[in-house]
Structure formats: C-alpha cells, structure tokens
C-alpha cells in the first residue's frame, strides 16, 4: 500500500506561481509512474502531467505545457509540480497519482491505483 500526501495548494493572484509537493510513502516509489490531475466543481478528473519511474520522460495536457513542470526526487519519494502564470481556469482541487501496474505514461484517472487526498488551488483575478 501507498500513502500520497500533497501540499503546496493555496491562494494565489492570476501571474502567480505555486510549488505542489507529493510525498509517498514506502520503499518502491521509483517503480511507479506519477501523475498530476485536478478536479474542478462540476467537472471531470483531468490529468495535468505525468512522468515515468525514472523522471526521463514527462506528458503535459496542452493547457499545462509551457507553464507547468513536473518533476520528481526518487530520493526523497517526492513528485512535484511547479505553475506558473496561473490563470483562474486553474482554480481546482489538485491529486497526485501513482500507478503501480504499468510502465508507460497514462492519462486516464482509471489507471492509477493511488491516490492522494488533494490539496486546492485557487486563482484569483
């Protein structure tokens, strides 16, 4: 079993920037690929990015290229996900994933068998 905890989440004026932290717990963190995905009320679970086991390969939604990063410490069994320029489009609840049965890079919320428990982001104007 994985434990994924997020912080990072907070209030933040449109332009601004936030630094998501997801720690897992246990010893096989680098054997999963991770991910980053947000809900907004009334809407679907949408992925953001995601990166395999070793960090060598990243995927970002199109919203998220050239703004967002995501990255990982396999020493730390930390992901991370820096933002910036946030608009208000991406006020939304944010969850890190882990995938503990495949190898490649995924974007459906379905494949992923943990989770955390979200932390919120908030884009004013």
């Known amino acids: 079993q994985v434990q994924l905890v997020e912080s990072g989440g907070g209030l933040v004026q449109a332009g601004g920037s936030l630094r998501l932290s997801c720690v897992a717990s246990?010893?096989?963190?680098?054997?999963?690929?991770m991910a980053w995905f947000r809900q907004a009320p009334g809407q679907e679970r949408e992925i953001v990015a995601a990166i395999t086991r070793s960090g060598g390969a990243t995927y970002y939604t199109d919203s998220a290229k050239g703004r967002f990063t995501i990255s990982r410490d396999n020493a730390k069994n930390t992901v991370y996900l820096q933002m910036n320029n946030l608009k208000p489009e991406d006020t939304a609840n944010y969850y890190c994933?882990?995938?503990?049965?495949?190898?490649?890079?995924?974007?459906?919320?379905?494949?992923?068998?943990?989770w955390g428990q979200g932390t919120q982001v908030t884009v004013s104007s």
């Open positions: 994933a882990a995938d503990r049965t495949t190898a490649i890079l995924s974007t459906s919320p379905h494949v992923y068998d943990y």
């Open positions: 246990g010893r096989t963190f680098n054997s999963y690929p």
